[in-house]
Nanobody
Framework: QVQLVESGGGLVQAGGSLRLSCIYS????????VGWFRRAPGKQRVFVAG???????AYADAVKGRFAISRDTGRSVVYLQMNNLTPEDTAVYYC???????????????????WGTGTLVTVST
């Protein structure tokens, strides 16, 4: 059974930083790709960042240059370092794992997707 558990969310002032963590467990063949998505209040879930099994890294335009995704395969953890946060980054952040290739890394749903329950990030002015 695949499980993903996020942590690291919280309240931060604009311009500040947070690091989200996602510990994942389960079948290694089902967890080739990992990524982060977010859902802002009243909006649909959108892609933030992802890493495929082939080590392709992708970011949404809104976070390029501010966010960095990294993966510790040995510890089964994926991180999202978020810098220079703005109120527009306020959202519930979801960890994703699956079998995405580079072509589908940003898709809202693809193949064998697994999701965490989310961690709330609130950025104040």
């Amino acid at each position: 059974q695949v499980q993903l558990v996020e942590s690291g969310g919280g309240l931060v002032q604009a311009g500040g930083s947070l690091r989200l963590s996602c510990i994942y467990s389960g079948s290694s063949s089902a967890l080739e790709s990992v990524g982060w998505f977010r859902r802002a209040p009243g909006k649909q879930r959108v892609f933030v960042a992802g890493v495929t099994g082939g080590a392709t890294v992708a970011y949404a335009d809104a976070v390029k240059g501010r966010f960095a995704i990294s993966r510790d395969t040995g510890r089964s953890v994926v991180y999202l370092q978020m810098n220079n946060l703005t109120p527009e980054d306020t959202a519930v952040y979801y960890c994703n794992a699956g079998d995405r290739t580079a072509e589908y890394v940003a898709a809202l749903q693809h193949g064998r997707d697994y999701w965490g329950t989310g961690t709330l990030v609130t950025v104040s002015t």
